[in-house]
């Protein structure tokens, strides 16, 4: 057993109390800290790892490698930022999975250490809990949505719909059943001989562009779940085709291409939102993960509020991609709730919702 439950009563006396989580997040190719001051972020440090850049992709030996060096400084400015003392946290958050074995294992050996050095609760995290509950945290550049929600975690490894009843009452309604929705992107955005992550880059081209230049199929799957390896292939075909014809096409119609590829993702992701409500009656939509950051996908939820009546909810852009204030939140609201790791907690690249 892997957590351990402290009577709630014996937490829900420090409520009035200051709470300072020091969270770590290095589930894949970002090495990330926080600190927070119960539900606010008192500082959020995220280092990128450019050196995937060069091979087109994250190279997991090298994430892990890189998160070695990054963590120590990574934390300590974090609690530099927030201007505490280590003395003054009261636990540590750490993301326990799905990921990247390798750079997991960085985060939670590191996780576990401080907390055993400091004497201090120790708190696991599921990464896709983290993006869905991102919205709790409290900032004024984002609005907290009552529950029930469903919730769209869109990121380079998920794409799930999610019904939220509660903080941990959740049900995932579907997924993708092969593709992640940023590894189409990203996919889409090498076939154009664009660099590693090219989802923002594939999202600037698309603004000057036509979306209705040319017509991608979309994957007919379950009404919830979603395919995009299909997209990949028809992508592939279409560019070799029209490169036949001309060498440059690509060069020619960068933007045409972009924008094209950009709504039949949306709309796709529209199509699903709209068939999530359909069967569960609910509403209200939250987004989470890395292609949150999308201009496409928060024009058409924006555009959702007048037209379809939902209630819509975009976590500040901080919080989208990967980062460790979402790994707080999750360990401030666990801790609350009395859950806490015990020592022998590992880390694990598949780790169930
Ligand atoms: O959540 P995240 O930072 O890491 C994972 O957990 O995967 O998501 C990264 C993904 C990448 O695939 C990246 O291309 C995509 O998010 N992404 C975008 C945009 N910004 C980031 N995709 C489309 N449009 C964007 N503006
Ligand atoms: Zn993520």
Same mark, same amino acid.
């Given at each position: 057993?892997?957590?351990?439950?402290?009577?709630?009563?014996?937490?829900?006396?420090?409520?009035?109390?200051?709470?300072?989580?020091l969270?770590?997040?290095?589930?894949c190719?970002?090495?990330?800290?926080?600190?927070?001051?119960?539900?606010?972020?008192?500082?959020?440090? &995220?280092?990128? $790892?450019?050196?995937? +850049? /060069?091979?087109?992709?994250?190279?997991?030996?090298? %994430?892990?490698?890189?998160? !070695?060096?990054?963590?120590?400084? &990574?934390?300590? $400015?974090?609690?530099? +930022? /927030?201007n505490?003392?280590?003395?003054?946290?009261? %636990?540590?958050?750490?993301? !326990?999975?799905?990921?990247?074995?390798?750079?997991?294992l960085v985060?939670t050996?590191?996780?576990?250490s401080?907390?055993?050095?400091?004497?201090?609760?120790?708190i696991?995290v599921?990464?896709?809990?983290?993006?869905?509950?991102?919205?709790?945290?409290?900032?004024p550049?984002?609005?907290?949505?009552?529950?029930?929600?469903?919730?769209?975690?869109?990121?380079?490894?998920?794409?799930?719909?999610?019904?939220?009843?509660?903080y941990f009452?959740?049900?995932?309604?579907?997924?993708?059943?092969?593709?992640?929705?940023?590894?189409?992107?990203?996919?889409?955005?090498?076939?154009?001989?664009?660099?590693?992550?090219?989802?923002?880059?594939?999202?600037?081209?698309a603004?000057?562009?036509?979306?209705?230049?040319?017509?991608?199929?979309?994957?007919?799957?379950?009404?919830?779940n979603?395919?995009?390896?299909g997209?990949?292939?028809?992508?592939?075909?279409?560019?070799?085709?029209?490169?036949?014809?001309d060498?440059?096409?690509?060069?020619?119609?960068?933007?045409?291409?972009?924008?094209?590829?950009?709504?039949?993702?949306?709309?796709?992701?529209?199509?699903?939102l709209?068939?999530?409500?359909?069967?569960t009656?609910?509403?209200?939509?939250?987004i989470?993960?890395?292609?949150?950051a999308?201009s496409?996908i928060?024009?058409a939820?924006?555009?959702?509020?007048?037209?379809?009546?939902?209630?819509t909810?975009?976590?500040?852009?901080?919080?989208?991609t990967?980062n460790?204030?979402?790994?707080?939140?999750?360990?401030?609201?666990?801790?609350?709730?009395?859950?806490?790791?015990?020592?022998?907690?590992?880390?694990?690249?598949?780790?169930?919702?």
């Amino acid at each position: 057993m892997s957590e351990t439950f402290v009577p709630a009563t014996s937490n829900r006396s420090v409520l009035n109390k200051d709470i300072f989580i020091l969270a770590i997040e290095s589930s894949c190719d970002d090495t990330a800290a926080a600190v927070l001051h119960n539900d606010k972020v008192l500082s959020n440090v &995220v280092a990128n $790892q450019e050196i995937h +850049r /060069a091979y087109g992709g994250v190279v997991p030996e090298l %994430a892990s490698r890189a998160h !070695q060096q990054n963590i120590v400084p &990574v934390v300590d $400015q974090a609690l530099q +930022r /927030a201007n505490i003392d280590k003395n003054q946290l009261s %636990a540590i958050a750490f993301t !326990q999975g799905p990921g990247l074995m390798g750079s997991l294992l960085v985060g939670t050996s590191f996780a576990k250490s401080l907390s055993l050095g400091l004497n201090i609760p120790l708190i696991n995290v599921h990464h896709m809990h983290a993006h869905i509950l991102a919205h709790f945290i409290q900032d004024p550049e984002q609005k907290i949505p009552d529950f029930p929600f469903i919730a769209l975690t869109i990121s380079g490894g998920h794409t799930q719909i999610v019904l939220v009843s509660d903080y941990f009452d959740m049900q995932v309604l579907g997924e993708t059943i092969d593709d992640a929705v940023g590894e189409a992107y990203d996919k889409s955005a090498k076939m154009l001989g664009l660099p590693y992550p090219g989802g923002p880059l594939i999202d600037r081209y698309a603004k000057d562009g036509d979306p209705e230049a040319f017509a991608f199929p979309k994957p007919k799957v379950e009404p919830l779940n979603f395919s995009f390896s299909g997209l990949k292939t028809a992508i592939l075909y279409f560019l070799e085709q029209q490169q036949a014809k001309d060498p440059d096409f690509i060069a020619h119609r960068m933007n045409d291409i972009c924008a094209s590829i950009q709504k039949t993702i949306v709309d796709y992701l529209m199509e699903k939102l709209e068939n999530a409500v359909a069967q569960t009656g609910v509403k209200r939509i939250a987004i989470g993960g890395g292609v949150s950051a999308n201009s496409g996908i928060r024009a058409a939820l924006a555009q959702s509020e007048s037209d379809k009546g939902w209630q819509t909810y975009v976590p500040k852009f901080a919080y989208c991609t990967d980062n460790a204030a979402m790994i707080g939140i999750v360990g401030y609201l666990k801790f609350l709730e009395g859950h806490q790791a015990n020592h022998s907690v590992a880390a694990k690249s598949r780790l169930s919702f």
